[in-house]
T-cell receptor, first 117, second 112 residues
Framework: DVKVTQSSRYLVKRTGEKVFLECVQDMDHENMFWYRQDPGLGLRLIYFSYDVKMKEKGDIPEGYSVSREKKERFSLILESASTNQTSMYLC????????????????FGSGTRLTVV | KQEVTQIPAALSVPEGENLVLNCSFTDSAIYNLQWFRQDPGKGLTSLLLIQSSQREQTSGRLNASLDKSSGRSTLYIAASQPGDSATYLCAVNRYNFNKFYFGSGTKLNVKP
């Protein structure tokens, strides 16, 4: 059973702090993703990674960076937290579609509720 | 860009009713479609995954169908229960694009 673990369920940080959100998966998935979810806006992709040390910007990367030094771990970094980054952050992982590789999907972590004050 | 729409945004039904949730997408060149459930303040739990070569998948009281040509999927919930109350989201992706596109969800309330 694939597990995606997010290190914190709730976080409260101050404006201007550097914040690290950690995500670990245990199924050797190539792809990992960070989303944020806000009422009325749905899920928005921040960054994703398809391999170690590889990253691509999603739809809303501004104010965020990511790190993937090991396959199982994908970190989201808020360089200088601001109140508009208060949100639910969701990490997901998925295997790569191989040749004709259908049938894969996302597995999500339980989310981190971040409040910036 | 793929756009995914879910209608209705909210639905309230009495317990025991059979119901259908709808998901439509603009680009029919999808590879997989996945239905999720989300409880308040929690992450997303995968319910069903339909591969592009399939037309439907079933799990217990849930049945999801896929019609790529019309850009639609439906999630059928039989004999609804209060425990089914949650937000249901659908997501689609394209081959070799591991990124999924999400709908905004249908919030379901099943009244005892």
């Amino acid at each position: 059973d694939v597990k995606v673990t997010q290190s914190s369920r709730y976080l409260v940080k101050r404006t201007g702090e550097k914040v690290f959100l950690e995500c670990v998966q245990d199924m050797d998935h190539e792809n990992m993703f960070w989303y944020r979810q806000d009422p009325g806006l749905g899920l928005r992709l921040i960054y994703f990674s398809y391999d170690v040390k590889m990253k691509e910007k999603g739809d809303i990367p501004e104010g965020y960076s990511v790190s993937r030094e090991k396959k199982e771990r994908f970190s989201l970094i808020l360089e200088s937290a601001s109140t508009n980054q208060t949100s639910m952050y969701l990490c997901a992982s998925a295997p790569s579609a191989g040749t004709g590789g259908e049938g894969y999907g996302y597995t999500f972590g339980s989310g981190t509720r971040l409040t910036v004050v | 860009k793929q756009e995914v729409t879910q209608i209705p945004a909210a639905l309230s039904v009495p317990e025991g009713e059979n119901l259908v949730l709808n998901c439509s997408f603009t680009d029919s060149a999808i590879y997989n479609l996945q239905w999720f459930r989300q409880d308040p303040g929690k992450g997303l739990t995968s319910l069903l995954l339909i591969q592009s070569s399939q037309r439907e998948q079933t799990s217990g009281r849930l049945n999801a169908s896929l019609d790529k040509s019309s850009g639609r999927s439906t999630l059928y919930i039989a004999a609804s229960q209060p425990g089914d109350s949650a937000t249901y989201l659908c997501a689609v992706n394209r081959y070799n694009f591991n990124k999924f596109y999400f709908g905004s969800g249908t919030k379901l309330n099943v009244k005892p």
